[in-house]
């Protein structure tokens, strides 16, 4: 039905129910978004399944997540079961052919698909912050850790470059704070256990290298068609906060780095953010900025974002307003925010005369949808009640053991199932500390040893002052210095007693009297003289 400049979505049905006119959404709108919306098991993934398979046959690479695991069956090719018979033939799909269609498995678990990572750096501070919930004053202690890591030529790759930059930094702090302002250990370590908790939650298998290239999720085959990149999400949901921020960030390395196209004639990528509540649920003020910048300014870069959600009250009004195409399914209107969300739902169409839009919604049948496009001079179409043509791959999910088939048959195959782990900051910060510590291991012990030759001991002098042991040296102010040796013409008397003198002195000692005394001093000065 669709030509080389359209795809080919459905069937507009007349009041009376007939077949009406195709549906189809040209591919030169295809950049300027889109959104789906419905209630659980309206068909919103049908509609994503056969939006891909349009794209891709048209030469324009896809990226999408497969949230339920169902998506996967897009790589093999559809069986003639007869409700798609028949579907095909009320919406006039003729000749209704089967295809499977080539695909690349994604999985940031590395479990379903081939590993996605991206280093620390690419991710950066904002969307850390968002991952980790922080506060103000948290995100700008990370903002400064980011800074100081340019700064020294500090590489963040993984996690445990992070958080050796956070424990430097706590070390640091009275020196930081004089420059960049108030940083305190309590800060530091609250982004420390957050980080713990990321790390438990599976996000470390995330950060690291190889980080994943922009040009391998836009392959073409060499028939032409683009390929289907499938992200594995199922596991991924358990935590909707790593699941957001992912994809925020694979968006914003898109922008960044992708060149200006103007309007092309078909896309050069197509990104389906499947449950995209997630990315806007209590998203700061500057997060929700950011999103619509990208929105609005990565049109021109050639991309085209097709938000998947249930409610349209889930995307900003700053955010919806970027959303040329739409395809809403069926909504429940039991509760006043339902009526509310049904109500912004047909408010955001071009009316049609032929029924009441609000009403039609809540009417809608599985498979069956309000379709909306942009015709020519990008104008937004007629909203008109549409059949969804029934897909060309399979419906439901593909078996493990095919999975693997594929996966092993990948052009990436290889590529990112090994991780590299280079020098960056752990390694440089590490040996830091460990040439710190040695450094002052090495002081410790020399001032823990006497010097070679010196002593602190010292002995009396009766000649006048005390002398060192060695008496080489002196001591004077706590530094000893060699003291010149005494030299003089004649030697100095000494007053040391003899052995003769020292016995006569006793004897003398044990005589009572003076007579006596005066007596055993002549005899025994005789004696002496003697001697």
């Known amino acids: 039905m669709a030509d080389d400049t359209s795809i080919f979505i459905g069937a507009s049905r007349k009041p009376d129910d007939s077949y009406q006119e195709p549906e189809q959404l040209l591919l030169k709108y295809g950049n300027r978004h889109g959104l789906v919306t419905g209630a659980t098991g309206t068909g919103k993934t049908v509609t994503l399944q056969i939006l891909a398979e349009g794209f891709a046959n048209q030469g324009v690479p896809v990226f999408c997540a497969d949230v339920k695991g169902d998506l996967s069956g897009i790589a093999m090719m559809g069986e003639p079961k007869d409700f798609l018979v028949a579907r095909a033939a009320a919406v006039k799909l003729d000749p209704y052919e089967f295809q499977e269609f080539p695909v690349i498995f994604w999985d940031l678990f590395g ?11 690419e991710m950066g501070p904002l969307l850390l912050s968002r991952l980790m919930n922080l506060s103000e004053a948290q995100e700008g202690i990370m903002n400064i850790a980011f800074k100081i890591a340019d700064e020294e030529g500090l590489l963040l790759l993984d996690m445990k470059d992070l958080q050796a930059l956070l424990a430097n930094i706590a070390g640091r702090a009275d020196e930081i704070s004089g420059r960049y302002g108030n940083v305190t250990k309590p800060s530091v370590g609250a982004i420390q256990r957050n980080l713990l ?34 992200l594995a999400a199922d596991k991924l949901m358990m935590n909707p906060r790593l699941y957001s921020t992912f994809l925020l960030w694979l968006l914003s390395e898109l922008f960044e780095e992708l060149p200006e196209v103007g309007d092309p004639d078909k896309p050069r990528l197509v990104f389906f953010f499947d449950e995209a509540h997630l990315l806007f649920d209590e998203a700061p003020r500057v997060l929700i900025d950011r999103v619509e910048q990208v929105v609005r300014l990565i049109r021109s870069k050639g991309v085209g974002v097709y938000f998947i959600t249930q409610n349209p009250l889930d995307v900003p009004e700053t955010v919806l307003a970027q959303l040329g195409n739409r395809v809403q399914h069926a909504l429940r209107a039991y509760t006043p925010r339902e009526q509310k969300a049904v109500r912004t739902a047909a408010d955001t169409f071009r009316p049609n005369p032929d029924f009441d839009c609000a ?22 179409s007629i909203v008109q009640r549409t059949l969804i043509r029934p897909p060309a791959s399979r419906l439901g999910p593909i078996t493990p053991q095919e999975r693997a088939k594929l996966i092993a048959l990948s052009p990436v195959a290889g590529q990112y199932d090994k991780t590299i782990d280079r020098e960056s900051a752990f390694e440089i910060l590490q040996k830091k500390a460990a040439d710190a510590q040695e450094a002052e291991q090495q002081a410790s012990q020399r001032d823990q040893q006497p010097e070679t030759g010196r002593t602190r001991w010292t002995l009396p002098d009766f000649g006048g002052g005390s002398q060192p042991t060695d008496d080489r040296y002196r001591q004077d102010d706590d530094y000893r210095q060699p003291a010149p040796r005494r030299r003089t013409s004649t030697p100095r008397p000494s007053n040391r007693q003899t052995v003769a003198e020292a016995a006569i002195k006793s004897v003398v000692r044990s005589v009572g009297s003076s007579v006596g005394r005066a007596l055993v001093r002549g005899i025994l000065g005789s004696l002496k003289k003697g001697f």
């Open 111 to 121: 479990e379903q698909g081939h590993p996605i990572r991206a280093t620390v750096s």
């Open 197 to 230: 908790v990321l790390e438990q939650q599976g996000a470390a298998n995330f950060f690291g290298e190889p980080a994943l290239k922009i040009a391998d999720i836009m392959r073409t085959t060499r028939d032409g068609r683009g390929a289907i990149n499938v």
């Open 359 to 380: 009403k039609a919604i809540t009417q809608l049948g599985t498979g069956e949808a309000l379709v909306s496009t942009l015709e020519a001079k990008g104008v937004p």
